[in-house]
Every structure is written in C-alpha cells, then in structure tokens.
C-alpha cells in the first residue's frame, strides 16, 4: 500500500479528534485534545512509543513521572517511551492540544531540501 501526503484543515470541534494513524501512516497516531476546566486525559504511557505533545491554546500541568511542569501555549513536550505522564487543565479555560505518537525503531534519515543524497 502506498502512503500520500494528507493536507486538511484542524477540525474546529470540542471534542477529541483523531488526526492521523494506520493505514494512513506507517506508525505516526496523532490527534487533538480538547481539555475542559478542571479535567485531564488521564494517567497513561505509550509503551514503548515516543510522543510529542504541542500546545496550542490555554494552560495547564503535565505531570510526567510524577513532576508537575507548567504548560501554555506554544509549548512542546517531548515523552520518552515506557513514561508515565498526564496533562491537566487546572485553569478555567479551554486547554487544547496535539500529541503525535511514534513507534521507537531504526534511526530515521531526514533530507535536506535539495540534498542529491550523494556524499562529499
């Protein structure tokens, strides 16, 4: 099966939204969390999967091995694998976010724009 690059619009909904998993990427699972005042997405690992978590509007905590660092918007965090972790909105704003998760493996290669491959 083949993979094509997706381009699409953030969905504008409250509610959690998967954005993006197998078949339609070879491991990535990404999705946008929408944390209400006073709730969280629960205590939880990957296994042994990395995530990233980029925050784009409100505050709040992650709490990640039981200690709690500040959260707002325009933060990332990174989550190493097998990590037990939570993010909480403790304010009285809407907290919302997107997490990519990735299965750990071989080390990719990333190309520069431009980059033949050939070695110099």
Known sequence: MSLKPIIQELPSST????LLKPPKTKGLHSGRVFLNPGSDC?????????????????????V????????????FAYIPPNTEHNIINNTDEPLIYIFCVVPVGTIATVATVGDTGEKK
Not at 15 to 18: A, N, Q
Not at 64 to 75: L, R, S, Y
């Open 15 to 18: 509610e959690y939204e998967s």
């Open 64 to 75: 990640i091995e039981k200690k709690i660092f500040p959260v707002e918007a325009g933060n």
């Open 42 to 62: 629960g205590q939880h690992n990957t296994g042994k999967q990395e995530e990233m978590l980029i925050f784009l509007s409100g505050s709040g905590q992650a």
